[in-house]
């Protein structure tokens, strides 16, 4: 399959080729016009090894959180917050909703969290695998 991105006659081979799987060969087929021709001009553009998409959100989120990289060790917090950075970066967040949310679950919790802080911690005396 890589391979019939390069070249047309290799994207001829895998349009035909699909005939045998139903869905596969409707997607090949409502697309092929456009895949067609990006395939014969492919070979014209030069190689694209680029990762600026990546770097920019690298430092979105490089400025969003440096400051308090060592608090987000834990994962059970930080995936949610995670979450709420790519809504952010993605601009379909909602600070409105997002902060009433938060505040009815720290009003709901009397300021501590849903599940007990260092829970995973061996008790003292206790053997460690650590």
């Known amino acids: ?11 001829d081979e895998f349009f035909t080729s699909t005939a045998s ?3 596969v060969a409707a997607w090949a087929a409502a697309h ?3 895949l067609a021709i ?3 001009v492919r070979h014209l553009l ?9 770097e920019q959100v690298n430092a979105q989120l490089r ?5 308090q990289s060592f608090a987000l060790r834990n994962k059970q ?8 950075a790519r809504l952010h970066i993605d601009s379909r967040d909602d600070v409105g909703t997002d902060h009433r949310i938060l505040r ?8 501590q969290s849903a599940a007990a802080q260092r829970g995973n911690r061996d008790g003292r005396g206790a053997s460690s695998l650590r």
């Open 32 to 34: 092929e016009p456009q």
């Open 1 to 11: 399959m890589p391979r019939s991105w390069s070249a047309i006659e290799a994207w």
């Open 38 to 40: 990006q395939t014969s």
């Open 21 to 23: 799987f139903t869905q």
């Open 63 to 67: 400025r969003l959180f440096e400051q």
């Open 77 to 84: 917090p930080t995936s949610p917050l995670f979450g709420l």
């Open 46 to 54: 030069p190689a694209n090894y680029a990762n600026g998409a990546a």
């Open 104 to 111: 009815e679950a720290a009003e709901a919790g009397a300021g």
